[in-house]
DNA sequence: GTAGAATCTGACACCGGTGTCAGATTCAAC
DNA sequence: GTTGAATCTGACACCGGTGTCAGATTCTAC
């Protein structure tokens, strides 16, 4: 499909696609004119690669973390360098921290909610 | 205390400081020559603007919410407005689904290093 | 008083993902 | 063939919290 549709199907902007392809995280093929041309499972990784953003992720990490995941059509994928998973760990702690950050904030946030409606 | 303390004490840095009172999130007395001197309740709250700055709020969220939060030393506070309130429970529900992001992060990360690990 | 450390203000820079614009080219449909 | 929509590249701007530098002033300890 080409980079229109693949921005109304995931909702994605058409100048993140590019910009997610410039920084190794989402290849394309190109038309005799140069347009791109994205196959079917590139809805689901562009999916994915916004809930790495979401998730704090730099695009850096997730262009190297990418080929480490199972596609989910199977493709066996390769295996992550020793630096990686070090960079992995940091990042899985660092997420466990945001968590607690946010579940403590949510308190906060209840708690001046419940005085209000008082 | 001065400025330097309150960062040596917080780990915020003094730019940091000066920006936080300058967005109204922290207030400081000044001495006759306009150095800053602030409370022991000082610590306390630039603790906390960090806190909700990892929980994604922005400067100018956190300077209308403080004011509604009981300090710990028990000041009755102000009230949280009808918008206020509703700005808040939009957070809550930004917070949620980051919770939910971060999980299902942490999952795909753990997936990699566990097959890194065989 | 005086020296050295600390603080003051104001300005500019950075990051990284995204928006947006300009001008050229290509695609698709008639 | 022709034309309107879509795409291409490249560049510049934004946000918001923080780093950093410059030059002036103040504080603190001797």
């Given at each position: 499909?080409?980079?229109?549709?693949?921005?109304?199907r995931?909702?994605?902007s058409v100048?993140?696609?590019r910009?997610?392809?410039?920084?190794?995280?989402l290849?394309?093929e190109?038309?005799?004119?140069?347009?791109?041309?994205?196959?079917?499972?590139?809805?689901?990784?562009?999916?994915?690669?916004?809930?790495?953003?979401?998730?704090?992720?730099?695009?850096?990490?997730?262009a190297?973390?990418?080929?480490?995941?199972?596609?989910?059509?199977?493709?066996?994928?390769?295996?992550?360098t020793p630096?990686l998973v070090?960079?992995?760990?940091?990042?899985?702690?660092?997420?466990?921290?945001?968590?607690q950050?946010?579940?403590?904030?949510?308190?906060?946030?209840?708690?001046?909610?419940?005085?209000?409606?008082?």
């Amino acid at each position: 499909m080409k980079i229109g549709e693949l921005s109304r199907r995931t909702g994605v902007s058409v100048r993140s696609l590019r910009y997610y392809e410039q920084k190794h995280m989402l290849a394309s093929e190109r038309t005799a004119g140069g347009h791109r041309e994205y196959p079917e499972a590139a809805v689901d990784r562009v999916i994915l690669i916004q809930q790495l953003f979401a998730a704090g992720l730099c695009g850096e990490k997730i262009a190297s973390l990418l080929p480490c995941m199972r596609d989910h059509d199977g493709g066996p994928a390769e295996t992550a360098t020793p630096w990686l998973v070090e960079q992995l760990k940091q990042e899985r702690q660092r997420i466990d921290r945001s968590i607690q950050d946010l579940r403590y904030t949510r308190e906060v946030l209840d708690e001046v909610i419940a005085a209000a409606a008082r």
